[in-house]
């Protein structure tokens, strides 16, 4: 994994801003660099083509409309994958995404690249230092984070909405073949792929965040939320009679007790309110 090769996964949408300038400080950093244009409504398409014709190790691959950030990386890593399939890229090669807002920190890329390959990791996602973010985000992240630790089957996730990650090819291609995605939930959905699936994942290293942005809704938590548990099920269903998983009991039974603390006040209000009336 020592001679991998870097390839990063940029998706924009609507980053007229700052796509140029992160796709500038990241080229340095890695051997292919691909940026995703996924259906930008301002000029982060010409910024892009304005960028590549002087850094021939970088391409463009384009959704003419916006299809969400879920469907730009699904884009970009399944034609890795079949580069792969193809034997123009190995197993071990590394895979870096990044945000094209600038909110990722990196001076630490090749520090983290160092880890990845000293512990043989199939993923690191780096734990964003969330202490400058408002304490709803904060709050948001955490029960995020602890509901992907319930589903993962084992792995303690810190950061589960973290885009700044690092996968190694092989992993992520296998992972891909239990990836349904929507709007915002590749993040989430991978981590718990890769989890159940017996991966070797580190989410410990804090990183600071230059910048905070959020575009998530409560609809896109709710969907997230969603997507854990439909990933979780999908790996128990499709994965090979061959390959063990860890069992759904323990978040199913979990999930059915917190919803049971969660209803009991609702009924117990409501039956007071009957009485009364």
Excluded at 86 to 111: C, K
Excluded at 169 to 180: F, K, T, V
Excluded at 246 to 268: D, K, R, W
Aim: charged share 25%.
């Amino acid at each position: 994994m020592s001679t991998s090769k870097r390839i990063a996964v940029v998706p924009a949408y609507n980053e007229e801003p700052t796509v140029r300038d992160v796709l500038g400080k990241l080229y340095s950093y890695v051997d292919e660099l691909v940026v995703v244009d996924d259906g930008s409504t301002d000029a982060t398409r010409s910024e892009i083509e304005c960028f590549l014709p002087e850094h021939p190790r970088a391409r463009m691959l384009v959704h003419e409309v916006n299809q969400g950030m879920s469907e730009a990386y699904y884009l970009a890593f399944t034609d890795l994958r079949q580069r792969l399939e193809d034997g123009e890229l190995s197993p071990d090669d590394l895979v870096y995404t990044i945000d094209a807002d600038g909110q990722h920190e990196l001076a630490v890329l090749d520090e983290l690249r160092q880890t990845m390959v000293a512990e043989r990791l199939d993923a690191l996602i780096v734990r964003r230092d969330l202490s400058t973010y408002p304490p709803y985000k904060q709050a948001g992240n955490w029960v995020m984070s602890t509901w992907a630790t319930m589903w993962s089957g084992g792995v303690r996730y810190h950061d589960v909405e973290s885009g700044y990650r690092i996968f190694r090819l092989g992993a992520l291609a296998e992972a891909l073949d239990y990836y349904q995605g929507y709007k915002y939930s590749e993040t989430v959905e991978v981590a718990v792929v890769m989890a159940r699936l017996g991966m070797r994942i580190n989410n410990e290293i804090l990183v600071p965040v230059p910048i905070f942005r959020s575009r998530t809704r409560m609809k896109d938590v709710v969907i997230d939320l969603a997507a854990m548990v439909a990933a979780a099920f999908r790996v128990t269903l499709r994965r090979p009679p061959s390959q063990p998983v860890p069992s759904l009991l323990p978040p199913v039974l979990a999930t059915i007790g917190l919803a049971l603390v969660a209803l009991t006040p609702l009924a117990l209000m409501r039956r007071a309110w009957v009485r009364r009336h």
